[in-house]
């Protein structure tokens, strides 16, 4: 099984790298040539570092599953294309992040063996998760990007605090709720059709809408609280099976919104410019006008890569990244994007309906999710189908925090894999043993 | 667990159907209108700092110009000699506010950007080669230059047109601006003259010549006197219009008066002449009536939007309902409800407007054959290697009249200048045929635009330009006449044609 699943994934791997290349190739060819020839090792590095990962699943994961690794390395590859396309002087960088990241994610495999040690650590997580989501608003640690909250400066090191905090809260929170299910889950009064879980355990579920709220007010980062909510709204009601959960939090979170938009001025102005940027085209608007010109002027077969205009497009290297790949890529490149992130959604929750360990189960639901839901929301803002909230696009957008956060949740999801399959693998040899 | 797992699952194929959905929305259904939008600026981004072609008068003069600016954040500029001459034909390009003008209608010519010149051979792909257009108009920079020492510094237009070809030769209103100032490398000075000439109560940045109407006064009498020819109902010699110093229209309540309060009246000529407007008002209202009148006017090219090449311009106006049939057969020699408006939109008033150009088309059209050219300001587009790209031939916008109408009505307007009130206009071994207005804006007889539309040339030719002057009213400065006002103005234009023309 190892095997076959090994070159399935080699395969997959230089298809994907021949595509990024082809990409890669065509935006410095031409008589546009909007890349520059000396970029090229940067992209060899680049591809060189994820037969690297790949070689290393070999060894440390060899029976897990073959797609995670390749939907990760496409996404980062064109991703590394658009980033140099767009601004040429952060391509050396994002291909330094991609070794950091890789890195991260051959350590993550070897440091951890089994998906069960973690559990020991839970509270561990839970306070690191938390520390990390509020340490932007440590005075003269954390300090403001385009009116976000969202860095922290310590020492020489610049990073995104809420990437990490995102995979150390699934990891608590799964583990958490693996433990209190029963308890969640029975624990009710029956009010009309819905079972009500008893007022004792809402604890956890209303401390979490605060946590979320005290993100978005403090340091107005709609897009990690929204994100912190969505994952502890899903965790909670996978664990507990429990619609009522899911309802509640729907209320809590229209509470939530509600007032938001009543009392803050730029949650009200992502709002209308959803609604309406056109009236906005000059202001605040202005990102998803330039957004959708660049769309409309991709096409259906898009401009054909480096024969775009990314000028226009703000952010173009983070959050409207995929903006640029849809304007040159086209429809069919932005359909790609999506169904990538879709296949890799798909990977991860198969994974958590193979495994028959709860909390690895939960954990790879819940790092599905937020893969899932985290492009959902960036190209959903991009497209205006919902308001705009500042995430980056996991895999593609420039910037080491998220790069390797996202490593680190691969791994994750490649280590619970080949733990169930080699289970599986174990018990058939069982069984067969016993016929025998 | 793994129900809800399986629901999540598809809960996320159906926000992706979502964003798939959108996508498409985007990209396929919405993006003709998207790239079409007013706010998309993004081929005169792209083309803002990339080779492109110059665009030149017709006698040879460097209009726009792109040059290279190796200090710059952008790799080249491009630069307007001429600064104000010629700013509202050829406009701008500039960074921010996308284009204006030839740089805007002509881009992609300009650029190299039509598919022509993008692949014109198969080594195209692989070799880099320029592959601008150079546009060259049909304007004069040295009778531009004459209109604007003609004209001044008082607000109005100057359009001289040949009407053998419907080339522009002279587009010129004052004020005007420097488009340098626009397509300048320092993007904040751009945003600062933009708002100053945005603000400036002048409007500098609109171009009169074709963007803005005006009343057109006895000009407009050109309209109505040559639908009457053309309809058989007035011919040099008949009707004879009785001599008043009042015409009452039918269901008036004031009668409209003479200018100067004179007396007067007659046939075609004579009435053309001094510029009657009792005879002129009864000949709208009665003696051709609302059908032909609304229908004449849309003949000249009222109430469309001439096909100029330059984007932005705006369709004169003539009223199209006058009430319902009162008395009589229908048709001529009826009475309408609003027959007393018709008669003041015979001589140009009420709700009558029009631009210069328009009026220059109406000039054009009786110069000729009867018809109206389609106006153009492009003579000839060429590429790097000087191999013609376009040439347009002359076109037909609308058939106004009839040759022999256009006869008719040149008889009458070169009486005007030779014993009307547009004397002033003779030019010496030059057949001139003009109509002089003096239209009044607010009701006060002292403010008053000032118009002389015509058409000149060697005789027994087909005249080689039709032509309009307006000076527009200057409040506290009095009354302007066309004759006293207009006409002069004309005449140093036409002069300077005159000697170009040898």
Redesign the interface.
Known sequence: MGPVRRTTELGLLVLGALVTAGVYALASLG?SASLPANLVPFLGIVLGLLLVAHLAVRRLAPEADGLLLPLAGLLNGLGYVFIARSNESLAALQAVWTAVGVTAFIGTLIVVRRLRDLERYRYTFGLIGIGLLLLPLVPGVGYEVNGARIWVSIGPINFQPGEPAKLALALFLASYLVERRELLATASRRIGPLSVPDPRHLGPLLLAWGMSVLVMVTEKDLGSSLLFFALFV?LV???T?RNAYLVLSLALFAGGATIAYQLFGHVRDRVTIWIDP?TY?KGTGYQL?ET?????????TGTGPGLG?P??IPARETDFIFAVI?EEL??LG??AI?AA??LL??SG?RI??RTEV?FD??LA?GLS?LI??QA?LI??GV???VPLTGVTLPFVSFGGSSLVANYVLLALLVRISDESARRTRRREGERAGAVA | MNRKITALGMAMVVLYLLLFAQLNRIQVFQADDLNHHPENFRDIERDFDRPRGLVLSADGVVLARTIPTPDSDYERLREYPQGELFAQSVGYLSYEFGAEGVERSYNDLLSGQTPGQTYAKLSDLFIERDRTADVTLSLRADLQAAARQALGDRHGSVVVIDPRSGGLLALWSWPSYDPNRLSTHDLGAANAARQELLADPAEPLLARTYAERFFPGSSFKLVTGATGVDQGVVTPTSPSYPNSDGYLAPGAGVAIPNFGGASCGGTLDRILAVSCNTAFAEMGAITIGPEWMVQGAADFGFNARPPLDIPGAAASLFPTDFGALLDGPGGPNSVYEDSAKLAQASIGQNDVQATPLEMSLVAAALGTDGTVPVPRVMAEVRDAAGKVLEKPQRETWRTAVSPATAQTMRQAMEGVVANGTAKGLALDGWTVGAKTGTAEITGDAEETNAWVVGYAGPPGQPPIAAFAVLIEADPGQGELTGGGAAVPVAHDVLAVLKALAG
Do not use: C
Not at chain 1, 292 to 298: I, S, T, V
């Open positions: 008589r899903v009601w996978i664990a099976e056109w085209a006008v959708a010109f660049a769309l409309a002027a991709g096409g259906i205009e000028g226009r849809a086209g429809l932005g359909v999506l992130f879709l959604v798909g929750l958590a309906l709860l189960k939960l639901a999710a899932g839901l959902f190209i959903g497209i205006r189908v």
